[in-house]
């Protein structure tokens, strides 16, 4: 993966007409919109230094998190923060919080996440089989499941990821990623979401995992 494919990665994904209720946070359309391009290029920048084996792909970005920062798995507090244990985020590293982030308290799954994954000293790169934010129509701060199509329209992304990084192993992170995954053809293991007190199964899935071999 080069810095040109990065570029030309998010410029696919910014292009993608979503429908009503799904928000493509990347759009040109939005002037803020570039600082989240920019915050993912730094992220994929990053990850392409450390040659991930492992993709995690979860549902949907959510209000609080990757739908501000335009990041997977993250909230605002990383990126107002020092750089976490992987020295990833922080503004050190240059991401930055576009304006509209102003109110948005910070979205508690990716604090989660990037707990365990320190524990375990395990690094994926981190995705959605919907990229976009899905929300209830004309409720902006809200959360919903992504549909089949929204997640069809979704699934080149992670695809691509598989083909921009040495992925050797793609992971579901809950039912909704894992019928996406499997909706394409996919057979892969499920791990419990950490959302909603889903903490430990979570660990005790990636921990599984570790031991049968599969390596970040």
Same mark, same amino acid.
Not at 8 to 27: K, Q, S
């Given at each position: ?15 993608? #007409? ?7 946070? =990347?759009?040109?359309?939005? !002037? %803020?919109? #570039? ?5 993912? %290029?730094?992220?994929? &920048? +990053?990850?392409? +230094?450390?040659? !991930? ?9 959510? =209000? ?14 990383? =990126? ?11 503004? &050190? ?12 308290? #910070? ?30 129509? &004309?409720? !902006? ?8 199509? %929204? ?11 598989? %083909?921009?990084?040495?992925? +050797? ?48």
């Amino acid at each position: 993966m080069s810095t040109r494919s990065v570029e030309a990665f998010i410029e696919r994904l910014a292009a993608v #007409a979503t429908g009503p209720g799904c928000n493509n946070f =990347f759009d040109h359309a939005v !002037p %803020e919109n #570039a600082q989240r391009r920019r915050n993912l %290029e730094l992220y994929l &920048g +990053e990850m392409l +230094e450390r040659r !991930p084996r492992v993709l995690l792909v979860g549902e949907a970005p959510g =209000f609080r998190g990757m739908r501000i920062t335009g990041v997977p798995f993250t909230s605002r507090t990383m =990126f107002e923060g020092p750089a976490n244990s992987f020295g990833l985020f922080g503004p &050190g590293k240059g991401y930055v919080l576009p304006p509209d982030a102003a109110g948005i308290p #910070a979205e508690p799954t990716a604090t989660v996440m990037w707990e365990v994954l320190a524990e375990l000293d395990f690094l994926p790169v981190l995705w959605s089989a919907c990229p976009w934010h899905t929300h209830v129509p &004309g409720r !902006p701060l809200s959360n919903r499941t992504p549909t089949a199509a %929204e997640a069809i329209l979704g699934t080149p992304f992670w695809q691509a990821l598989t %083909e921009l990084f040495p992925i +050797e192993t793609v992971v579901a992170v809950g039912n909704v990623a894992h019928r996406s995954l499997q909706r394409s053809g996919l057979d892969v293991p499920k791990i419990r979401h950490p959302a909603h007190g889903g903490r430990s199964g979570f660990k005790r899935g990636l921990e599984e995992l570790l031991a049968a071999g599969v390596r970040a």
